[in-house]
């Protein structure tokens, strides 16, 4: 775990919970798929949590535990 994307959607994650497009516009410059990659990286080593919330309609939140 680390580089650049990861410390980035950490300190964005830190501020408040984010949907995926809203997490990617606030970095600026990352990939759909750089991003997908680092937020599973960072939920798999704990750091992140995914929240799925009841529909309608299916928004999902990434942030800190």
């Known amino acids: 775990m680390g580089g650049k994307w990861t410390i980035l959607a950490i300190s964005v994650l830190a501020e408040q919970p984010r949907r995926f497009n809203g997490l990617k516009r606030l970095i600026g410059g990352i990939s759909q798929q ?16 995914r929240t799925v919330p009841p529909p309608p309609p299916c928004r999902h939140r990434w942030n800190t535990p």
Do not use: I, Y
């Open 34 to 49: 750089m991003l997908t990659r680092t937020l599973k990286a960072l939920e798999h080593d704990g750091m992140v949590t």
